[in-house]
């Protein structure tokens, strides 16, 4: 081994000895779910945690008098006597220990958590912070860190504790949001119900606990729509004009009853009455959109609450729902085959008319490559409307659980069009489908795709992680110290767009490229001021200036509004682009034009 393979690479001296080091007051174990945790709590296993906290505890013993000395403390320790737990129990309460996950590629792969402690040797992790530590339960592993000074526990507590990083430091939208089990069990809880031919064949409930007794005792099912008085509950326009009268009270007081399934009913428990009742099947952008709402309308407390209310039902009735995947659950489209023959006619005109030298080559793979894209797409179409409502793939996909509506035309559809190793597209499509098995030679083909995919992730990993070990290096002297450093930079942000017919349209990126942003300059239309420079732009704020069309000065022209994002040199002179309307705002603020000036870059709070 040379001098330089000593120190380069992972296990060189550098990243091993110098960069890493082994800390004391630490532990690592593999993680499992513990969907019945708090968000702010993690399960430690008992013997992990009585060994992370042997000084704290040895010292209670002595405090307590359970022990005479240190030593005596030790031994009992070692010895793990019935008196240890006790004590060990009222050492971690109010004591957070930090879970990191390698690689901490953001700031959310360190979170503190308040521990609780459990048998095994497993460390339990609540299911809405694995999206933050890109954790999954296959074998992953997490490490422990107790923090010992009042200092570092109050930081832990107080920044770190995962109710306070809900939000992504990335663009600002929750992160801790249910998935994939919750979701499927939040879609079956609120899907489309069948409903009864009449009126009459509707039950009536005076309240939703009178409805749910119904359902614990099979009166009703969790998809039948019923009628139940609302007294307090916030709701829709839509659902107050279907019964605009409501029931009388005995004070004269009109109570809103409501038409929806009791499955409606169970979810919108999840939330405070203050929110409005939810009456629509629920796919995982609606259950976002939601906690996004819900994180600006309540306090942290609550916000803490209502997603682990909402985790909850997710998981018990995904439970309930009992869906399983069975190979009987993948139905091939009955017409494929007829799909397929009009389109290989299509493709053997085009085939004829390139032998007779009427189109070249390349038009002729054009347009076979369109008409196998229109036979696909065919395909995909009639395996949809071939799929029941409550078919388990299709639950999956639809409610946005796992997988997507390609993956599935894949296994009950056809693979369609694949690409050689040069990554152009083979003019022949795959016709089978993974449930009736491919033939040799298609078999073949389809393996150029998949070997080029575990390639390149493989690849963009070791890149990605050696850009962002440079990045830290040369950002270690940058501290942030004040709110706003100041800067005029600022980026142009299109707001709308001019269509060929002369209408202008909304940037279908808003949400992303305006949220959570700072307008750099005034924003003005007709010589009334929208917005303010040093707004903080939220949804509603975006709304307003596409709204109130920023786009047009008093002479019909386009105003250019600039924008400014926290990219280094994003500096911008202002002039508007054609097609687009403009405003102007900063993510961050931008870096200082001198090295003199603050090193700090204003930040969103």
Same mark, same amino acid.
């Given at each position: 081994k040379s001098l330089s393979d000593m120190l380069k690479g992972k296990q060189g001296r550098f990243r091993q000895n110098l960069l890493g080091k082994r800390v004391d007051y630490s532990g690592r174990s593999v993680i499992v779910v513990g969907p019945e945790l708090r968000l702010h709590q993690c399960g430690l296993p008992k013997q992990m945690a009585l060994e992370l906290f042997k000084p704290f505890v040895m010292k209670r013993l002595v405090d307590q008098a359970l022990a005479q000395n240190i030593k005596s403390a030790k031994r009992m320790v070692e010895r793990a006597r019935p008196q240890v737990w006790d004590v060990l129990e009222e050492v971690i309460k109010e004591h957070p220990v930090l879970l990191n996950r390698a690689p901490t590629l953001h700031r959310l792969g360190i979170q503190a958590f308040e521990p609780v402690l459990v048998e095994g040797k497993a460390i339990q992790i609540h299911p809405l912070v694995c999206t933050a530590f890109n954790a999954d339960f296959d074998g992953d592993q997490m490490a422990v860190h107790v923090p010992l000074s009042a200092e570092a526990q109050a930081e832990a507590r107080v920044l770190m504790l995962s109710t306070n990083n809900i939000l992504s430091p990335a663009h600002g939208r929750p992160i801790a949001v249910p998935t994939q089990d919750m979701v499927l069990g939040i879609y079956y809880l609120t899907i489309e119900p069948d409903r009864p031919e009449s009126d009459e064949d509707i039950p009536r409930f005076g309240s939703v606990n009178e409805a749910l007794m119904a359902l614990d005792h099979r009166l009703v099912r969790l998809h039948d729509v019923v009628k139940v008085r609302l007294p307090g509950k916030a709701l829709p326009e839509e659902m107050r004009s279907r019964d605009p009268q409501g029931e009388a009270e005995a004070n004269g007081d009109r109570v809103p009853v409501v038409e929806t399934t009791v499955g409606r009913l169970i979810f919108n428990q999840c939330f405070p009455d203050s929110e409005e009742f939810v009456d629509r099947p629920l796919l995982k952008s609606d259950v976002g959109r939601l906690v996004d709402a819900c994180v600006h309308r309540y306090d942290r407390a609550q916000v803490e609450q209502i997603l682990d209310n909402?985790?909850?039902?997710?998981?018990? #009735?995904? &439970? @309930?729902?009992? /869906?399983?995947?069975?190979? +009987?659950?993948?139905?091939?489209?009955? %017409?494929?085959? =007829?799909?397929?023959?009009?389109?290989?006619?299509?493709?053997?005109?085009i085939e004829a008319q390139y032998r007779k030298g009427i189109i070249t080559d390349d038009e002729r793979r054009q347009e076979l490559i369109t008409i196998w894209t229109q036979a696909t797409d065919e395909v995909k179409d009639a395996m949809e409307a071939q799929f029941g409502k409550t078919n388990p793939i299709y639950m999956m996909a639809n409610s946005g659980a796992?997988?997507?509506?390609?993956?599935?035309?894949?296994?009950?559809?056809?693979?369609?069009?694949?690409?050689?190793?040069?990554?152009?597209?083979?003019?022949?499509?795959?016709?089978?489908?993974?449930?009736?098995?491919?033939?040799?030679?298609?078999?073949?083909?389809?393996?150029?795709?998949?070997?080029?995919?575990?390639?390149?992730?493989?690849?963009?990993?070791?890149?990605?992680? #050696?850009? &962002? @070990?440079?990045? /830290?290096?040369?950002?270690? +002297?940058?501290?942030?110290?004040?709110? %706003?450093?100041? =800067?005029?930079?600022?980026?142009?942000?299109?707001?709308?767009?001019?269509?060929?017919?002369?209408?202008?349209v909304e940037n279908q990126h808003l949400d992303t490229s305006l949220y959570g942003r700072v307008l750099a300059e005034d924003v003005k239309v007709e010589r009334k001021k929208i917005a303010s420079r040093g707004d903080f732009l939220d949804d509603a704020g975006a709304q307003r200036l596409v709204e109130a069309g920023v786009d047009r000065s008093a002479s019909g022209r386009r105003r250019p509004a600039r924008r400014s994002t926290a990219s280094a040199g994003s500096a911008t002179d202002g002039r508007s682009r054609r097609g687009g309307s403009w405003t102007s705002a900063s993510r961050w603020g931008s870096w200082p034009r001198s090295r003199s000036a603050s090193r700090a870059r204003s930040s969103r709070c």
């Open positions: 909402l985790k909850n039902v997710g998981f018990h #009735y995904a &439970t @309930r729902a009992g /869906v399983t995947l069975g190979i +009987e659950d993948v139905t091939t489209p009955s %017409d494929k085959a =007829t799909i397929l023959d009009r389109h290989e006619k299509e493709a053997s005109k796992r997988g997507n509506i390609m993956q599935i035309r894949q296994i009950a559809g056809m693979r369609g069009l694949v690409a050689n190793p040069k990554g152009e597209i083979i003019p022949r499509p795959i016709k089978s489908n993974f449930r009736e098995g491919l033939s040799v030679l298609e078999y073949f083909i389809s393996t150029h795709g998949a070997r080029k995919g575990l390639a390149d992730t493989a690849l963009r990993t070791a890149d990605s992680g #050696y850009l &962002t @070990r440079r990045l /830290v290096d040369v950002s270690q +002297e940058l501290i942030v110290r004040e709110e %706003d450093c100041g =800067t005029d930079r600022s980026l142009p942000v299109p707001v709308t767009y001019e269509t060929p017919q002369g209408g202008r």
